[in-house]
């Protein structure tokens, strides 16, 4: 296996400390499953270096018993599962939002997805080995190894969410052990939801009858109206990001490639959280008109991304490329970030575009 520098050499890295990269869309594109060297990679604090000899879970399941684990443990006592889903951050296409007016955090461009074959075990098993009380309005509280501002990690979801099939305590990717920057030994993979939600290096768990006071999850990845400033911000009135929206993004051709006249592929991914995508538009002049693409989804794969392609016939000119999604609905995406802007960048779903040149 390569090295992590080898391994950052390869994609579009944001920032060192902490670590936070994208793949080239054109890469992202290549394959259904991303190869985990091409997996964009988001840390809130350092890369823990953990010994797995040392390494155990603590699942505290609210009703007076704690249980711990170490990886041999996971693996010999629950039925083993993979899941094929998409994982992608919250602030994905947040470039797209910084061209209408500054907006904090990465700018991160359309890389920040990926959809991977999860393997482990159904984090609802473990908690109910821990004797949690289903039916209530609880959370199951993550703690991880890493630290972000002197505090552990730490990100909370809905029990309804931890118990359901396709959550999962994944050990490996793509059939592999997790690599250091995607959470060795065990990460959280709750499909459908931000990838905040899906906490690596975890170290504890714990069933509660409240969400996380954690500062990643209490204070941050929150939802604003555009009116809303960094100082003006209430994270109690904001919006909580679980569920991810529909989104579309055109991985071929790049921006400001120059192509011949004639037949031109594109070809992207789109992605609806919990729901199928059904229709994928592409335009070649700014969305006064379009075509239909052809969609390629994997069966039995509700959490997982659609790759869809479509051939234009492009005359001489500067072209404006657009792409737009559908999903099961009957939403779709709206035209400009302006729509949607907000001061943290989040959750940018407006029509991608990329700007072309054909001569």
């Not at 492009?314 to 302006?338: C, M």
């Amino acid at each position: 296996m390569s090295s992590l520098s080898e391994r950052k050499a390869r994609l579009i890295v944001h920032g060192d400390q902490p670590y936070n990269a994208e793949p080239p869309l054109g890469r992202l594109r290549a394959s259904y499953r991303t190869s985990v060297q091409d997996f964009y990679v988001r840390s809130h604090g350092d890369l823990p270096a953990l010994d797995l000899k040392i390494w155990r879970l603590t699942v505290d399941g609210g009703a007076d018993t704690t249980l711990e684990f170490s990886l041999p443990d996971l693996r010999n006592r629950f039925p083993e599962f993979t899941v094929t889903a998409t994982m992608q951050c919250a602030g994905n296409r947040r470039a797209d939002m910084r061209a209408v007016a500054p907006v904090s955090g990465d700018p991160w461009e359309a890389g920040a997805i990926g959809t991977a074959e999860w393997t482990g075990v159904r984090l609802g098993d473990v908690l109910r080995e821990a004797g949690i009380a289903e039916g209530m309005d609880l959370h199951v509280a993550f703690e991880s190894h890493d630290t972000v501002e002197g505090h552990p990690y730490g990100a909370s979801i809905p029990l309804a969410k931890a118990l359901a099939p396709e959550t999962l305590l994944a050990y490996a990717m793509n059939g592999e052990a997790l690599l250091p920057e995607h959470g060795f030994p065990v990460r959280a993979v709750v499909p459908g939801f931000a990838g905040v939600r899906s906490p690596k290096w975890l170290r504890r768990l714990i069933v509660q009858d409240h969400p996380s006071n954690n500062p990643i999850q209490a204070g941050d990845y929150k939802l604003y109206p555009p009116h809303v400033t960094a100082e003006t911000a209430d994270p109690t009135q904001g919006h909580t990001i679980d569920l991810m929206p529909l989104n579309a993004a055109i991985c071929e051709p790049a921006r400001e490639a120059a192509l011949k006249a004639g037949v031109t592929q594109v070809r992207g991914y789109a992605v609806a959280g919990d729901r199928a995508v059904v229709c994928v538009d592409v335009s070649g002049n700014g969305g006064r008109s379009w075509v239909q693409a052809d969609l390629e989804h994997q069966a039995g794969s509700p959490f997982a991304w659609t790759f869809w392609s479509v051939e234009l016939d492009l005359p001489p000119g500067e072209h404006e490329l657009a792409v737009r999604a559908w999903d099961a609905a009957g939403q779709t995406q709206p035209a400009l970030p302006d729509d949607t802007w907000n001061h943290k960048g989040y959750l940018c779903t407006c029509w991608h575009r990329v700007r072309i040149s054909v001569t």
